[in-house]
């Protein structure tokens, strides 16, 4: 099950930070006018009912993908998450995945991990990107510099970010730059 981080902001103040457990349990017995609920890996807000008793609202919290494993016996190591498909390929692929120490689907696997390594820091950056821009857009999107901050994000400037968001509200400006750390490739965070 993925692990969920959401941080809540009543008006331009944070007022919780953690899973979803820990937010709800913090934001129960409180004030919940202008209450934004976010959620860090993607900068989307989250729709949190809070009616009713906390057993009830830790129960309406979302619990992940749950992936089914085939009960049947079928090829591949389905208890280590193996799972067996098609796949097409030219007869010189075949042949030349023949000849890798350990057979083809060792040598895919391991295509696949370095493929996935390569692309790994593009895509960190993106989703930076993408959660950064959401959640100024929901919270400083009235901000002297918006506009601005946000094409400093997308051209990846860090110092041009750090200083046209410098006089929002400490704790938007400061969320802001946790969310974009990954896209602007800075060093530790300065507040």
């Not at 993106?126 to 009235?142: C, H, I, K, P, Y």
């Not at 997308?154 to 969310?179: M, S």
């Amino acid at each position: 099950m993925p692990e969920f981080h959401w941080t809540v902001f009543q008006d331009d103040r944070r007022v919780a930070s953690g899973t979803p457990n820990e937010v709800v349990t913090a934001l129960k017995d409180r004030d919940h006018d202008h209450l934004l609920v976010f959620d860090d890996a993607t900068g989307k807000p989250v729709d949190l009912d809070l009616r009713g008793s906390l057993a009830e609202c830790l129960g309406r919290l979302p619990q992940g993908e749950n992936v089914a494993i085939p009960t049947e016996r079928r090829p591949g190591r389905p208890k280590l998450g193996v799972v067996p498909r098609e796949v097409t390929l030219l007869p010189r692929h075949w042949e030349w995945l023949g000849q890798q120490p350990g057979g083809a689907s060792v040598a895919l696997r391991k295509l696949v991990d370095a493929a996935r390594a390569a692309s790994l820091s593009d895509d960190e950056k993106r989703r930076s990107q993408e959660a950064a821009d959401r959640f100024m857009r929901a919270l400083a999107g009235d901000q002297p510099g918006y506009e601005e901050a946000a094409r400093a994000l997308y051209a990846g400037q860090a110092e041009r970010f750090r200083a046209l968001t410098q006089g929002w509200p400490k704790d938007v400006r400061d969320h802001a730059r946790h969310l974009a750390r990954g896209a602007l490739e800075t060093g530790p965070e300065e507040t």
